[in-house]
């Protein structure tokens, strides 16, 4: 009988069983400690540290707050069916997307993923070969390059062997994370204060902005703007493909929202905020370099050598709060996998990208994560609001007729990706950095694709395809909570 519970409860957190109510083990509190450790140690930092790179502090702080907080208010109601249910966000998107419209959804969500994993472990590898330079090692491993590769490979392994370990395990291991991110953000703003002081950060000229002699008169400060802007919103959208993996554990609906809210909300914005201060005040983009600066304003390598491994700690754990939710996506649309086949298709394809171009591309890599997000979000978003509601029939998500639309497919979902992806390449391109239509850097890319994809999305729904095709959505009274 206990093997069968233990196997029962390994379903649950694979996600090939619904989590009951008793199975649910987060509390507000405990998703916030996860999101934060998930989404500081690596793409907050990153994040706000380019903004720095690129503006002034007083232009900085509220690039990232609007950039993160409006992105992570437009979608925060996908935590709720997630809640609701039981159900990562993937299953329950088959009431949205059709059976195999949400495949195509995992694989959007895969792809997103790829990049921002690539990001956590490269921060890894350059915190490693930092931590080897301060012990006096030199030669290969404390050069960029290969080491900096080898050790990320340590770090997807590390993180990836975590995540294996699911959800009870990483609950405890983030809270030891929480406290490694909250000592290193004293130090930092302690170091900032104490060595730079507030009047020198925001009388610092930013290191790497846009200049007129490069985008044309007037244009510069443009450009600075809205790639920082891009960069913030792409990733505050970016935890879109994310809710589900975690909220379907949260013990209630309210710790679900309010979790997600708080969590990757503005809580971990701050910490963007003393990511691009820092910026402005050393000099740098890399936030692994700033413990090489600490180090020598202070003449102490141990402070700076803790930091360090607390840095290396963070990225570990966000490794494997990233890796998790992804494999627990693969697994519920794809159930024939095992569970280390999920964690080996939701980590080998990173192996190619493990290389310093990508660790410095960060508005290409969020401004790419925001193109797939946005469109996916505005459409679960405008469904929750506008159609469904969030109301689903939970056994239709693991039958083959349910939710069927056409063959498998909602139309309305798959035209309005298809318009939304467009606009987004017609205002930006990401990995060119460049518009074909001129119309950015005057606005984003993100916002104005979320908005037509979503309205589009909702117009097809209500002309077209509930006309057309039996959706068994039910009554609030029938919601089938588990």
């Known amino acids: 009988m206990a093997n069968n519970k233990e196997s029962v409860q390994g379903a649950v957190y694979t996600s090939l069983l619904p989590a009951n109510k008793n199975e649910r083990i987060y509390g507000t509190w405990d998703l916030i400690f996860v999101q934060i450790c998930f989404g500081i140690a690596a793409w907050f930092f990153l994040t ?28 925060s109601f996908l935590s709720i069916a997630s809640s609701r249910y039981g159900c990562e966000q993937l299953t329950v998107t088959v009431g949205v997307f059709g059976q195999k419209g949400s495949i195509l959804m995992t694989f959007f969500f895969l792809i997103a993923c790829y990049p921002a994993l690539a990001l956590a472990t490269l ?28 050790f990320a490979l340590f770090a997807l392994v590390g993180g990836t062997i975590i995540a294996w370990f699911g959800p009870t395990v990483m609950k405890w291991f983030t809270r030891i994370s929480a406290v490694s991110m909250a000592l290193i953000l004293a130090g930092l703003i302690i170091y900032l204060f104490a060595y730079h002081g507030l009047d020198s950060v925001f009388k610092a000229a930013p290191c790497d902005p846009y200049t007129d002699a490069d985008m044309g008169a007037g244009m510069g400060i443009k450009w ?14 970016s935890w879109g493909f994310f809710f589900g993996g975690w909220s379907r554990l949260a013990k209630t609906e309210s710790n679900g929202y309010h979790g997600c809210q708080w969590g990757w909300g503005v809580l971990a914005a701050v910490a963007g905020l003393f990511a691009a201060f820092a910026a402005l005040a050393i000099g740098e983009y890399d936030p692994t370099a700033w413990f090489t600066k600490v180090s020598a304003d202070t003449g102490s390598a141990i402070l700076p050598l803790a930091g360090l491994l ?14 998790y939710p992804e494999a627990v996506a693969v697994k519920s649309r794809l159930p024939r996998f095992g569970w280390v086949a999920a964690l080996l298709i ?5 192996l190619f990208m493990l290389n310093n171009t990508v660790y410095y591309m960060v508005s290409s890599v969020y401004a790419f994560i925001g193109l797939v997000t946005g469109c996916y979000s505005a459409i679960i978003v405008a469904d929750y609001l506008f159609i469904s509601k969030g109301r689903f029939r939970m056994r239709e998500f693991f039958s083959k007729g349910g939710y069927a639309y ?32 001129g119309i950015f850097p005057y606005t ?39």
């Open 48 to 75: 706000g540290s380019q903004a720095g790179c690129l503006l002034p502090a007083y232009q900085a702080i509220p690039v990232i707050l609007f950039g993160n907080c409006v992105g992570i208010f437009l979608i």
């Open 123 to 150: 921060m890894f590898g350059q915190s490693a070969i930092k931590f080897v330079q301060m012990l006096g090692g030199s030669g290969f491993w404390t050069s960029e390059g290969l080491a900096v590769s080898i």
């Open 224 to 237: 600075s703007k809205a790639t920082a802007l891009e960069a913030n919103l792409g990733l505050g959208m």
């Open 310 to 323: 607390l840095f290396a700690i963070a990225n570990l754990t966000s490794v494997a709060t990233l890796v």
């Open 346 to 350: 939701s980590t080998v394809p990173v």
């Open 406 to 437: 056409a063959k498998g497919w909602n139309p309305a979902a798959i035209i309005s990706i298809l318009v939304g992806l467009t606009t987004y390449l017609l205002i930006l391109n990401p990995l060119t950095w460049t518009s074909l239509t």
């Open 444 to 482: 984003t890319a993100i916002i104005p694709t979320f908005f037509v994809t979503g309205i589009l999305y909702t117009v097809l729904m209500k002309c077209w395809v509930i006309k057309k095709y039996k959706i068994p959505f039910v009554n609030d009274h029938e919601i089938e909570k588990s």
